[in-house]
């Protein structure tokens, strides 16, 4: 783990540092975060940590238990109550986003798409969980809705999270690239009900995939 510049506030840094940690698998679910360790590791006393640990509470990335602080385990409730969020959000995003996408923004989307691929075949699943979320941000921040992307962000890192896990142990890497492609086709048809429907229809399947192989697996 990586120590602190002393010219950034520590709590930030230690933020960012233990956020990037359990977004890339780094940190496992259900794992212990003890302050000293922590401390210890990023060279910073345990005030800024205590406070790094307080925004990844409020991130929904750590949760307290009677063992002490650990990485969101995210049960398989928690997680389909993000792909219900997510389904809710961003279906209605692409939606008014129809209305204001332009060529250079459906170019940035292709480019996603093909740099994905190119992860894909690097083995690359930390950049690949990467792209994929920069794919449907953008699509949010088109909508130009200001509550709504405020909605997406405070469950992005709990998005980010279950994608990474999906990514990492189920290979679904074909579907989710055709299924960018196709929501692609639909912007560029300028039909606002079709984009959303097929943003529904991948998020859906998203899930539906995730959660035959969770029981498959438990």
């Given amino acids: 783990m990586e120590s602190v510049i002393k010219t950034i506030p520590f709590h930030l840094q230690a933020y960012q540092i233990l956020r990037e940690s359990i977004l890339s698998g780094k940190l496992q679910p259900g794992e212990r975060l003890r302050e000293l360790k922590l401390s210890q590791q990023l060279g910073v006393s345990r005030s800024p940590v205590r406070e790094a640990m307080r925004m990844l509470e409020q991130d929904g990335l750590v949760v307290n238990l009677d063992s002490g602080t650990v990485v969101n385990p995210m049960d398989i409730d928690d997680i389909k109550e993000v ?9 209605y995003a692409g939606f008014l ?4 996408i332009n060529d250079d923004e459906i170019a940035e989307l292709i480019h996603l798409v093909n740099e994905a691929e190119i992860a894909y075949g690097k083995d690359d699943p930390e950049r690949v969980v990467a792209l994929n979320t920069a794919f449907h941000d953008k699509i949010v921040s088109i909508s130009g809705n200001s509550r709504l992307i405020e909605i997406v962000e405070k ?4 998005s980010i999270l279950s994608r990474n896990r999906e990514v990492k142990l189920y290979s679904r890497s074909r579907e989710y690239l055709d299924e960018h492609k196709e929501i692609i086709d639909a912007l560029k048809d300028k039909d606002p009900y079709k984009v959303e429907k097929v943003i529904r229809k991948h998020i859906e399947k998203d899930w539906e995939y995730y959660s035959l192989q969770y029981e498959a697996k438990h």
């Fill in 83 to 91: 792909y219900q969020c997510r389904i809710a959000s961003e279906a």
């Fill in 155 to 158: 469950i992005r890192s709990l």
């Fill in 97 to 100: 986003a129809v209305q204001k």
